[in-house]
């Protein structure tokens, strides 16, 4: 609550939620990031843990991807060095960045919800998430989004990745349970 909605706001729209990625891809949802002006202090909370905000997966990995690079956004593309030449744009100062990446080292540890993400190769960083599927009259009691976003290896990342499981079924519906693994 102390850093304030602009700046959560100016953070998640630097981070490209809110906003189509620029793939030119026909049909791309561009998500919805809800205007500072219409939060309450219950907003700015539920907020900084993804409720009250629609992001793609593209999206997600596309602001991983940043944290892994030290702060810096890359334009997202669907073609094998198709950004090569691009100038990216700073999202976060790269000591933040550095911190959030150790921060989502221990999201994924011994004791983290992502700990079925970890692999014995190499370092992996990321964070699990569970929401309500959206329904007609709003927030469904029981159907649910299990996500996994991350990047490895946290020493030299080379991917960053999100794992959407929509309506998980077999009684495990948790991030860290069904799309960490």
């Known amino acids: 609550l102390k850093t304030g909605g602009d700046a959560v ?11 189509p990625t620029g793939i030119e891809f026909p049909g791309e949802s561009a998500g919805k990031l ?14 900084s ?7 793609t997966a593209l999206q997600l990995a596309q602001a991983y991807a940043a944290i892994a690079a030290g702060g810096e956004k890359r334009t997202a593309t669907l073609l094998k060095g198709g950004n090569a030449g691009q100038t990216p744009e700073a999202v976060m100062p790269e ?24 692999t014995v190769d190499y370092r992996v960083a990321g964070k699990t998430g569970t929401a309500h599927q959206v329904g007609v009259s709003g927030y ?12 490895a290896p946290l020493s030299k990342p ?3 990745t999100v794992v959407v499981i929509s309506t998980p079924q077999k009684g495990e519906y948790y991030g860290g349970e069904v799309a960490a693994p």
């Open 49 to 55: 843990y993804g409720y009250g905000l629609s992001v």
């Open 140 to 151: 469904e009691d029981s159907e649910y989004l299990a996500v996994f976003a991350g990047f």
């Open 95 to 118: 000591w933040v960045a550095r911190q959030v990446a150790e921060m989502l080292e221990h999201a994924v540890a011994k004791g983290g919800t992502g700990v079925r993400a970890q």
């Open 9 to 19: 706001r100016g953070l998640f729209y630097a981070a490209g939620l809110g906003q």
């Open 34 to 47: 809800p205007s500072y002006a219409k939060w309450k202090p219950v907003n700015l909370a539920t907020m």
């Open 158 to 160: 080379r991917l960053a």
